[in-house]
């Protein structure tokens, strides 16, 4: 099943999401949006502690989300990120190495990831291009 990717409304959610993150201590707020190939969007913001390896990224937290409903086959995910609320968006937030693991178990090589400052100024790749040797179940020995 393939699914039509509207960029702006998926980055428009990513921006809603990040108005949730609770970053007290790096300052940095993200928020992801994950479209399923069912149409549904799940969104997520990254959640700190003090303690911080208990930290959960923006995408994680929506994949999480969505898998813990039954829904395991993903089309595209938008992420966005900033320094301070309110900031300009001038920096290209991508996922990051654990995160780009887990979207690849269920998204594979063709995941779309929007790494966006604006719904008009992104930058997009497939996930196999930022993770071009990842591996999910069916490349498990």
Known sequence: MSVEID?????RAAFAAREYAYAPYS?????AALLAENGTVYTG?????ASFSPTNCAERTALFKAVSEG???FAAVAVV???????????????????????????????????????????EMTLGELLPLGFG???VL
């Open 7 to 11: 960029r702006a409304q998926l980055i």
């Open 27 to 31: 300052g940095f707020k993200v928020g």
């Open 45 to 49: 913001c990254n959640i700190e502690s």
């Open 71 to 73: 829904v395991r086959k």
């Open 81 to 123: 990120g900033a320094k301070a609320q309110g900031a300009d968006d001038a920096l290209v937030t991508s996922p990051c190495g654990v995160c780009r693991q887990m979207l690849y178990e269920f998204g594979g090589d063709d995941l779309i990831v929007i790494m966006a400052k604006s719904e008009t100024d992104y930058r």
């Open 137 to 139: 179940p069916e490349k």
